[in-house]
């Protein structure tokens, strides 16, 4: 099972400021990952795929990048409605898992 | 729009069984590989079981593996998870998500269902 690891748990911003997620795997994903944003009372939703390919209506301030088993999203030009956790999901092999999530917040 | 609905939960006790429904619709069901995904209270997406478009192959995560049951009706356009021997842990909203593709590659989550609520408590 590949084992996927998000840093930091928290992550505090000002608007209009950047944000850098990051995921780990324990080995390589060939750039199968993707990443899904969940709001509270609301299920998550697909925001990025193929490590940077962004989802449709996913808007152009985020954008991921990365490879092997180190990957990042970035938030750029923070805004109130990006307040959210920010899980990784790796789809290089079964069993498909996720990342423990990244919450960030707005300051 | 892809529509995802489920159904099915609600309160049980340890041991007990339940099976869940998805309801699909707005995209041709067959051709698409479909997951159960959960999520505990206050924790984050744990991926359950997985079905392949036409049925043949599924996955289990190992912590629900001769427990629980994937299947789907491609003719009702629904998709199901039979749950038995439900343990405390097993509380969660279970979330129906489809595949981008019918299942060999491609298998990031592209659209949501809201999630029905599990509780198994004594």
């Known amino acids: 099972e590949i084992v996927m690891t998000q840093s930091p748990a928290t992550l505090s911003v000002s608007p209009g400021e950047r944000a850098t997620l990051s995921c780990r795997a324990s080995?390589?994903?060939?750039?199968?990952l993707a990443w899904h944003q969940e709001k509270p009372g609301q299920a998550p939703r697909l925001l990025m795929y193929?490590?940077?390919t962004r989802a449709t209506d996913t808007p152009a301030r985020f954008s991921g990048s990365g490879s092997g088993t180190e990957f990042t999203l970035t938030i750029n030009s923070l805004q109130s409605e990006d307040s959210a956790i920010y899980y990784c999901q790796q789809y290089n092999s079964w069993p498909l898992t996720f990342g423990g999530g990244t919450k960030v917040e707005i300051k | 729009e892809v529509q995802l609905v489920e159904s099915g939960g609600g309160f049980l006790q340890p041991g007990g069984s339940l099976r869940l429904s998805c309801a699909a619709s707005?995209?041709?069901?067959?051709?698409?590989?479909m997951s159960w995904v959960r999520q505990a209270p206050g924790k984050g997406l744990e991926w359950v079981s997985a079905i392949f478009g036409n049925g043949g192959t599924s996955y289990y995560a190992d912590s629900v593996k001769g427990r629980f049951t994937i299947s789907r009706d491609n003719s009702r356009n629904t998709l199901y998870l039979q749950m038995t021997s439900l343990r405390a842990e097993d509380t969660a909203v279970y979330f129906c998500?489809?595949?981008?593709?019918?299942?060999?590659?491609?298998?990031?989550?592209?659209?949501w269902g809201q999630g029905t609520l599990v509780t198994v408590s004594s």
């Open positions: 080995q390589s994903l060939n750039g199968y």
């Open positions: 998500a489809r595949h981008y593709g019918s299942g060999n590659y491609y298998n990031y989550f592209d659209s």
């Open positions: 707005e995209f041709t069901f067959s051709t698409y590989a």
């Open positions: 193929a490590t940077s």
